[in-house]
């Protein structure tokens, strides 16, 4: 019998336990399995009884991989009261120091208290009957650190909590945890949200112990388009659990382990035997539109934005007949974190519209970029590659030209708001299709969602860029030179 009917997708022939049973099998088990852990010892955890789902299983083995050292930077995004900080704050370090008692977590949340009353549940779960059964010969907590805030035990292991913006303890770790980085409330202060962004650049994210083997987890609810989270994706490659309170078909989530969401409906909830349909529309009703699609479906969009709505696009598995293919690029020479990406993506012209069939989007320099867009042609093999003729295109254009590539430069003759405007209408009429289930899928969603208010717009210049040319053209091989906007009367009968 598994360990409960719902987690089937994710785990296989797990026992189900009794409360108290001490046996090896469950004992081992435990060792071995988060989840089964959280199970095993629930009653210690928390009075309420035990409601099992498979995105409690999901969360556990991404901490394991983290544990085992296969994930270094990791992020997850759901819905408040689904198990976020009693699985990652509370459990884990206790799990871990089974196998790993000299490991050294460091944990941070928005609020002190919060911080703290996760410290003190992890203390106790160490110190309750069935653990110290199954486990008092692997550790012991010292006496001399054992705070609300901190404790160690006797291999030199310790747990330390702190708030965001807090006094900084001066000691790293081997794990630094943040559980809820923002108040859902203030963090529409820009001034608040910055805060705890420069905390996080400033002092945790170099708090590590050993930068190689050492790892980051980061989990809470989204609360603004520009919070911690958007922040860290822009910057480095994370892996990225994301459990929205209903599934999108659009946006399923795949990641590095191997695991996938096991939803296949659209609005299939996260965990319907604790959150009913009701009781997610109650809380949309209580949140309204914005916060609900940031702290429900972990896709914060600004106020203001909005010009582009994401079910405007459809979505194929795969490549349908093409009549034509092109490349867009909007190019940017600079590395630095805070600098903007370049990106080139990979159109095509089929019988039922246009799609958009690949993304790549870095922070390179010139030579390297050079390399890239040659890499990416020899790949897709286009009949046209367009390149923004503006200040950090011009490089680029200059150089490809010495190459087979059909280069196109083109000068934009409308701001970015009447492109995106112009070429709304072809989304709208549902003509734009998207790669189902494309690593570069969600990022690309939000930053359509986001404009014109977003922190980006580097994918959304490419995009009107290469659909005024496939709408205008047709996709047709051409090697003059165009202004975005032109009419096709303009260049004769195409």
């Known amino acids: 019998m598994n360990l409960d009917s719902s987690m089937n997708s994710t785990r296989s022939s797990t026992p189900r336990i009794r409360p108290g049973d001490k046996s090896d099998i469950d004992k081992a088990l435990a060792e071995k399995d988060l989840a089964f852990f959280i199970r095993a010892l629930w009653r210690y955890i928390d009075p309420s009884p035990y409601v099992g789902g498979w995105h409690i299983a999901a969360i556990c083995e991404h901490l394991e991989a983290v544990t085992r050292g296969e994930i270094k930077r990791l992020l997850i995004t759901m819905p408040p009261r689904h198990m976020k900080s ?204 914005y916060r609900a699609a940031a702290q429900l479906q972990q896709r914060p969009s600004p106020k203001g934005g909005g010009i582009i709505k994401i079910d405007w696009f459809n979505y194929l598995p795969a490549e349908p007949f093409t009549l034509a293919k092109i490349q867009s690029w909007d190019t940017a020479f600079k590395e630095g974190k805070e600098n903007d990406y370049s990106v080139c993506e990979t159109w095509l012209r089929t019988e039922a519209g246009y799609m958009l069939s690949h993304v790549w989007r870095g922070k390179v320099a010139f030579p390297d970029l050079k390399r890239i867009a040659v890499s990416l042609y020899e790949k897709e093999k286009p009949s046209a590659v367009l390149v923004e003729d503006a200040a950090s295109g011009q490089s680029l254009i200059q150089e490809l030209r010495k190459t087979a590539i059909p280069i196109i430069p083109v000068k934009p003759d409308r701001d970015k708001i009447a492109r995106v405007t112009a070429i709304s209408p072809t989304i709208e009429a549902g003509k734009v299709y998207l790669r189902e289930g494309a690593e570069w899928l969600q990022p690309f969603l939000d930053e359509c969602m986001q404009f014109p208010a ?31 906007g032109e009419s096709i009367a303009s260049k004769g009968d195409w």
């Open 86 to 289: 009693i699985g990652v704050s509370v459990a884990w370090p206790a799990w871990s120091w089974i196998s790993r008692p000299e490991a050294r977590f460091l944990f941070s949340s928005y609020a002190a208290n919060l911080a703290i009353r996760d410290s003190v549940k992890c203390r106790r779960l160490i110190e309750c009957p069935q653990f110290q059964a199954w486990w008092a010969d692997r550790f012991s907590l010292t006496s001399d650190q054992n705070t609300k805030i901190r404790f160690e035990n006797d291999h030199q292991g310790y747990r330390i909590s702190t708030s965001v913006g807090g006094a900084n303890t001066g000691e790293g770790g081997d794990i630094i945890v943040i559980d809820d980085p923002h108040n859902a409330i203030d963090v529409e202060s820009d001034v608040q949200r910055q805060a705890c962004i420069d905390w996080w650049d400033g002092a945790m994210s170099t708090r590590l112990n050993d930068a190689r083997t050492g790892a980051y987890v980061i989990v809470c609810q989204r609360t603004h388009y520009r919070d911690l989270i958007g922040h860290v994706l822009n910057q480095e490659d994370w892996v990225h659990l994301n459990l929205p309170a209903e599934f999108e078909p659009s946006a399923r989530c795949v990641t590095s382990i191997g695991w996938e969401d096991p939803r296949k409906e659209e609005g299939e909830l996260l965990w319907p035997d604790k959150f009913r349909a009701e009781d997610i529309d109650t809380l949309k009703e209580k949140l309204g539109t």
């Open 454 to 484: 977003g922190e980006h717009d580097d994918q959304i210049d490419a995009m009107t860029q290469a659909l005024d040319y496939l709408r205008n053209k047709g996709g047709a091989s051409w090697t003059g030179s165009m202004n975005v």
